[in-house]
């Protein structure tokens, strides 16, 4: 159950993602963010790896390639992608599409690393996503057809989906804590000289806005998120984990209206309900 407990905990810092992407969005370079973001996390991170030290049980090639892998590809590319998705076609439906991540997640598990795909799992991840839709998606975000903000949200599902069962794999060569910030350096390391070569430097009157935006969803969503998401996937595996994060688009959504004092929708309590029944189903 604890790792049910801390994927929960996860998909609630998530959610404050759009929220902030949108605010600021116009200050976001997502190359640029990505990297703050990572900073953001290793601050937050370091004065308890200090005290634990990194413990990599593995450190041969291959363990390394797996390892840094999961960061660039996922945390790194993937969100990246998904935070350019949503500056293009809105939060909602960027979040939507990139969520299929889910069944990329389990079908990468089930042939990559065997691990089973269940009946009840297969039911929980469908209902789970249904209400996904049913909470999210509305007639004018459809309209929205922007390509190239709907093949970021693509790619951020596929690269998210890989990236997950990848985790799994590099737990057999690092603890959760150790594999969490030794992601997050590699992210840092790879994404400034890629946000310099591709975005430049953000004019000055963009860096204090950016560096906000960074910091929240640094800390909150990488800083305790991720590794909480890593520690999920060591104890209750890929696909279970991967369903349970279908929790953060519908609270994003929620958690919005209500910081606003606006109350949430019908569509929006349905869409929770079925993504609760969807966790549920899973766990059996």
């Not at 004065?47 to 363990?63: E, K």
Request: charged share 10%.
């Amino acid at each position: 159950m604890l790792g049910y407990a801390a994927i929960t905990v996860a998909s609630i810092m998530w959610s404050l993602n759009p929220a902030v992407v949108s605010r600021f969005r116009a200050f976001i370079k997502p190359f640029t963010y990505t990297a703050l973001r990572a900073v953001a996390a290793i601050l937050f991170l370091t004065p308890v790896v200090t005290l634990g030290g990194i413990g990599i049980q593995d450190g041969s090639l291959s363990a390394l390639i797996v390892i840094v892998l999961s960061a660039i590809i996922g945390p790194g590319l993937g969100d990246a992608l998904y935070t350019k998705s949503i500056q293009l076609i809105g939060g909602s439906l960027a979040v939507l599409i990139s969520y299929t991540y889910i069944f990329v997640a389990q079908v990468v598990a089930a042939v990559a690393i065997g691990e089973p795909l269940r009946y009840t799992l297969i039911a929980g991840s469908t209902t789970a996503f249904a209400g996904i839709a049913v909470a999210l998606l509305r007639s004018e975000e459809t309209n929205k057809l922007d390509l190239k903000g709907l093949a970021c949200a693509i790619g951020a599902a596929i690269l998210w989906g890989a990236a997950t069962v990848m985790i799994k794999i590099a737990l057999a060569y690092a603890d959760t804590l150790s594999l969490t910030f030794v992601r997050l350096l590699v992210i840092a390391i790879t994404f400034f000289p890629l946000g310099l070569a591709l975005e430049g430097l953000p004019p000055r009157t963009h860096m204090r806005p950016l560096l906000i935006a960074s910091t929240i969803t640094g800390v909150l969503g990488w800083g305790i998120g991720m590794y909480l998401f890593v520690y999920s996937i060591f104890a209750i595996g890929v696909s279970a984990t991967a369903i349970a994060t279908a929790l953060t688009p519908v609270l994003s959504q929620m958690s919005t209206k209500l910081i606003a004092g606006e109350k949430p929708r019908l569509r929006q309590v349905l869409g929770a309900l079925l993504i609760s029944i969807g966790i549920f189903l899973s766990m059996f």
